[in-house]
Antibody, heavy 121, light 106 residues
Framework: QVQIQQWGAGLVKPSETLSLTCAVY????????WTWIRQPPGKGLEWIGE???????IYKPSLKSRVTMSVDTSKNQFSLEVRSVTAADTAVYYC???????????????WGQGTLVTVSS | SYELTQPPSVSVSPGQTASITCSGH??????ACWYQQKPGQSPVLVIY???KRPSGIPERFSGSNSGNTATLTISGTQAMDEADYYC?????????FGTGTKVTVL
């Protein structure tokens, strides 16, 4: 049974960089799409992007200029950075495992516990 | 950009059937997934590939997708099904979530 544990700073100042990391335990790291999803307080889910075990990335177009994802296969970890944050980036950030069941039809079958990141001075 | 629209809320009596819709342009040409999220918890996959249930998801959860609308149906709704539900599909290589529906079991 795979488990995903995430951590990172819960308070970030405006214009600075948000950084979060997820570690994967108990399952294979290769063959999946490691995904970041966020949820502003009281609002819906937003897909941010994904990275595979080889480091290939796809980002949401509207966030692409500020987002970087990376992977450390030696530790089964993957990370998210969002630069130049504003209050609009305040959200619970989730990492999740994406499983492709055919032709980039991907569902998210394991999720981290979520990290609330608040952007405030 | 592609959008998926859900009703903000659905109310259902215990034991009755709840239907949650998800509308998007030619959504039926794509596959839809559904996630359940209870307060303070991470989302859980309840339906993938329009109508398939992951292991451990009760049979009362079912799905369909045709035309512009995907539908999640909860038959014999139980109090434990009270939660937010989100549909999700792919716009080429970009993931898109629906606006979310709060299901209240009265």
């Amino acid at each position: 049974q795979v488990q995903i544990q995430q951590w990172g700073a819960g308070l970030v100042k405006p214009s600075e960089t948000l950084s979060l990391t997820c570690a994967v335990y108990g399952g294979s790291f290769s063959g999946y799409y490691w995904t970041w999803i966020r949820q502003p307080p009281g609002k819906g889910l937003e897909w941010i992007g994904e990275i595979n075990h080889s480091g290939g990335t796809i980002y949401k177009p509207s966030l692409k200029s500020r987002v970087t994802m990376s992977v450390d296969t030696s530790k089964n970890q993957f990370s998210l950075e969002v630069r130049s944050v504003t209050a609009a980036d305040t959200a619970v950030y989730y990492c999740a495992r994406g499983y492709d069941y055919g032709g980039r039809e991907i569902y998210f079958d394991s999720w981290g516990q979520g990290t609330l990141v608040t952007v405030s001075s | 950009s592609y959008e998926l629209t859900q009703p903000p809320s659905v109310s259902v009596s215990p034991g009755q059937t709840a239907s949650i819709t998800c509308s998007g342009h030619k959504l039926g040409d794509k596959y839809a997934c559904w996630y359940q999220q209870k307060p303070g918890q991470s989302p859980v996959l309840v339906i993938y590939q329009d109508a398939k249930r992951p292991s451990g998801i009760p049979e009362r959860f079912s799905g369909s997708n045709s035309g512009n609308t995907a539908t999640l149906t909860i038959s014999g709704t139980q109090a434990m099904d009270e939660a937010d539900y989100y549909c999700q599909a792919w716009d080429s290589t970009t993931g898109v979530f629906g606006t979310g529906t709060k299901v209240t079991v009265l």
